[in-house]
Structure formats: C-alpha cells, structure tokens
C-alpha cells in the first residue's frame, strides 16, 4: 500500500490560512490503513483545524467528508454536490488523491495534509516498512524475495558493501542490512550460486526516465 | 604510443607496490594538492585521490589528480557511484583517460547520510562492480554500456575495493571473486589491524584462485593517537581494530602516541609482506601525508622503481 504521514498541524494551519471554507476530505484506502488519512483522523484533523479558528477568533466553517477512494473518479464525484460551498480542499490521501480532486475540480485549490511516504508494508501495528520501489521491471525471484534497489541504502545489486556488520546496515543501527537477508535467504532455498554472477545495470526507463509513468490496457476499456 | 599505468608496470615487474592515498581539500586552492602530492613524491608509485570522501565536499578527484600529475606523480582516480549515473561515470572514464590519468578505483561511495550533504539524492544508477564492468568493456571492446562503439577507448588500469572485516565472511571473497570477473585488475583493501582476520580471508581467496588474477594491495592507517583508534572502531562503518591494538596505543604517553602508530604500521606492512598473494601495500594517513615517508622507508619500500 502507499504510506504517508500527517503533516504538522502547524504546517496544514498556515497552508489553509487564507481560506474561510474548507473541506477537510479523508482517504478511506491505504492511508486510512497507515491511520494518517482515514475517516478517524480526517475528524480529528478537521475538529483540531475548527478549535484552532475558533481560539484564534477566525470566522471559518470546516467540514469533514472522507471518500472510499480519492484517486478514482467514480468516488470523487461523490463530492460534486457540495464541492461549490468551499473555498479550499484540505485532502487527506497521497499525492495521487491530491491530484485527482485537482484535476476533477480545478476551480478549487486542494492543499495536501499528508506527506506522501512509500510503498510499504505493515509489520505490526505502527510499524510500517518501504519495501517497493515500483520499478517496474521486477526482479525480486533474484534475490530471495528481498529487493536491495528499495531495501539496501546504496541499491547495490551485486552483493553487501563494506558497510555491512553483524547483519545491520552501516547508515542506520536499527536498519538491517537487506543483502544479509538476501544471502540468508538464498542460502536457505540452496540458491547460494545466484550471487556469483554478475547482475547488470537495471534499466531505469521503466521507472522514470520518460515522464510520468502510464498503464493503458485496452481489454479494460469502455 | 600511449603512457602505461606505472602502478600496473610495477606489479608485472613482480615488485611489492606501494600506493598512498592523498585527500583533495575543501577549497579550490590548488597548492593544497601539491604540497600533499610533495610529502608522497618518490615515496610512492602511485597516489590515490579519493572523491568526496565521507560524502563532503571537496575539490574533485579529477582536478586533484590532474593537478598532481603536472608537478610529475602518478594518481590512482577514484570514482564514486554515489554521485554520477552511467552518462557521467562513463564521461569521466573518457576524461580522465584523455588528461593522461591511467588508473582508477571504481567504488560504491560513503553513504551520503554521513557528510555534510545529507539532504542530497544519492545516485546509485551503477553499483561499484557494474561500473568496473563498464570501465572494463569501454577500454577492452570500446563499448560503452548498451552497446554504441567509441572511436577510441580509455587507457586505465582498474581498481576496485574490498572489505575483508565486512560481514558476511565467506561473501566477502564471493564479492571480490565478482569484481574480478568484472575486470579489476588491483585491489586495494580497507585498513588492516586484525591481521588474523585479513590471513583468513587471504586464504579464502588464494583458495579461490583469485589471487592469480588480481593484485592485491593491503591497506595499512597509520593510527594518530588511542583516541583515533577508539572513534574509528566504534564510529567508522567497516572498521575492525581489535582491542589489543587499542590498548598497544594506550601504553604509550600521548605525545609517543604517533610514533606508536607508525611503529604498527610497519609492523603490519611487515607482516603483509610474508603473506602468499599480497602483491603492494595501500597506505592511507589520513591527513597525515607526511608521515608516509617515514613508514616506507622503515619497512623497506625505499627507493621505489623509477
């Protein structure tokens, strides 16, 4: 799923300073599953927004609405009917909802309430990891189901660096080194001789050489 | 004809080599580099310039070694993938080649998290052994990466780096054994102070048959004080000093500390020396040039082939 994290609220105040009506609009997918985005914290968000105008003495009018999916047209026009009434979206999704209410609405600014982290998994409660680059062009049967390109700090393809100690990662002590678990791994499966040959440069093109990235798939047209 | 590599005639004459390393400053004053290139000169037979080393800022390796080549030293270019993808690694190879520069040690770079641009983007397009593939295939079959022809090729010996006190051990020879079959030609090592450790890995690697096909030159520190020696083995990632070193350094009154330093140097040059495969010593003193005179001539290196 894609992660984010709330921005300060000190931070989302100054950016939603100059405007009196504001739709605070939730996120109910991935970001209500890293608890940043979802109903709960767009009522949270919205009620702290609304208490802070009123202890400054601001005349505003905060709403909340929190949609299934915000990166998907069929659910953002669910805000049609009430999108004229405000002067200023605050969304709670990632970058891509941010967006989407953008392009459906472009008379309306839409301020984003989130920073918009990576594409993760969740450990434990609380815990979330980037596992996934989104490179397009996946190679993790290579290597043990780790992917170094989003796991190991320097991408390094080839095998450790001299960095790596004790199974832990030289940048940060609480960062397990992801070429130790590659090896571990691949020793597991006895797919130790995977490593000796020699992986070649990645090709990059499907990540982000050429612009923003499109799937077009004709089968699924109307 | 083209000027060769001295460092790559040196080890073919089977003569034990000697490469110093030299730290480009911050600041674009070029007798910085000279001064430095000064305490080296007929010490070495090649010097190293590193690039950015610990990911600060500092004059360009290309520049430094270039600056040293003209008062007459050999630079050893090291390139760093943390800071250039393939257009500019590969551009560099050419230039460097073109400015007369003939060797060069094709590395991964400190983590940028430790310098002081940590708000930068690392690079990372290559890892350390696709680049010496690339430097490789360039030079061999004038090809660069994809395929396209160059009308001529670059001249260099190659380099790469290995860390035998890196986990885990029986990987670390796998990954030189890579760098190998990429295309390094010499190897210098990360610093050696467990020599127990460094004999291991030596065996592992003459095992391999390895030693055979890459010369490797050991890496020696010279160690400034007990409190150096302290910060590096509990701060500098890739670092193995074994306590017994800390303590020789401890025994000693602060103002002997240095000559203490030196002493284990050579020592462990000594020792380098006796073992099956090593063919140079790498002598990094770390902002302390002026003390690689004194650890060549006392273990034996002087003079060096002209």
Same mark, same amino acid.
């Given at each position: 799923m894609i992660t984010g994290e709330q921005k300060p609220i000190e931070e989302i105040r100054g950016m939603v300073e100059p405007y009196k009506r504001i739709l605070v609009l939730g996120c109910n997918s991935c970001v209500a599953e890293c608890a940043a985005g979802g109903e709960k914290e767009t009522g949270m968000l919205a009620s702290a927004l609304r208490m802070a105008a009123k202890m400054a003495g601001k005349e505003s009018v905060i709403q909340e609405r929190t949609l299934d999916?915000? /990166?998907v047209k069929e659910f953002i026009i669910r805000i049609d009917d009430i999108v004229d009434q405000y002067d200023a979206i605050l969304s709670l999704a990632c970058g891509a909802g941010v967006q989407a209410v953008g392009d459906m609405y472009p008379e309306v600014p839409v301020i984003p309430a989130l920073n918009t982290e990576f594409l993760g998994e969740t450990k434990e409660q609380g815990y979330w990891v980037e596992n /996934? %680059? &989104? /490179? &397009?062009? /996946?190679? %993790?049967h290579q290597f043990g189901g780790v992917c170094p390109l989003a796991r190991c700090s320097k991408q390094l393809m080839n095998g450790p660096c001299g960095g790596s100690k004790g199974g832990v990662c030289e940048v940060r002590p609480d960062l397990p080194c992801a070429w130790q678990e590659i090896i571990d791994r691949l020793e597991h499966f006895g797919e130790l001789e995977r490593l000796e040959k020699i992986v070649p440069p990645k090709n990059w093109s499907k990540k982000n050489s050429s612009g923003p990235r499109r799937i077009v798939r004709e089968d699924q047209k109307r | 004809m083209k000027e060769m590599s001295r460092l790559k005639t040196v080890l073919e004459k089977g003569t034990f080599a000697v490469t110093a390393e030299c730290g480009p400053p911050k600041s674009a004053d070029p007798e910085t580099v000279l001064r430095k290139g000064d305490l080296l000169k007929g010490k070495v037979d090649a010097v190293n310039v590193t690039d950015n080393q610990t990911a600060i800022v500092r004059m360009s390796s290309m520049a430094a070694c270039t600056l040293l080549k003209s008062a007459g030293m050999e630079p050893v270019l090291q390139v760093v993938v943390r800071d250039r993808n393939r257009i500019a690694l590969q551009s560099d190879i050419l230039g460097a080649s073109a400015l007369g520069i003939r060797n060069v040690l094709c590395l991964s770079g400190d983590h940028q998290s430790f310098g002081n641009q940590p708000q930068t983007m690392g690079v990372?397009?290559?890892d350390s052994i696709q680049f010496v593939q690339a430097v490789r295939t360039m030079r061999d079959q004038g090809l660069i990466i994809g395929g396209e022809k160059l009308n001529s090729g670059p001249e260099l010996f190659i380099g790469a780096a290995a860390n035998p006190f890196a986990d885990p051990l029986p990987f670390r020879v796998v990954r030189l054994a890579k760098k190998v079959a990429a295309g390094a030609e010499f190897i210098q090592t990360q610093c050696i102070y467990n020599l127990e450790r460094f004999e291991a890995w030596m065996q592992m690697v003459r095992d391999r048959g390895l030693a055979d096909k890459v010369a490797i030159l050991g890496g020696v520190t010279p160690l400034k004080s007990a409190r150096m020696a302290k910060y590096m083995k509990e701060k500098v990632s890739g670092m193995d000093i074994p306590d017994r070193i800390i303590q020789r350094m401890e025994k000693v009154p602060p103002e002997k500390q240095r000559e203490e330093g030196i002493s284990i140097c050579v020592e462990t040059i000594e020792r380098l020396k006796k073992i099956p495969g090593v063919k140079g010593v790498h002598i990094m003193a770390i902002e302390w040039e002026d003390a690689v005179g004194e650890i060549v001539e006392r273990a034996g290196l002087l003079p060096r082939p002209s």
């Open positions: 999916r915000q /990166c /996934c %680059l &989104g /490179c &397009g062009d /996946c190679m %993790l | 990372f397009d290559l």
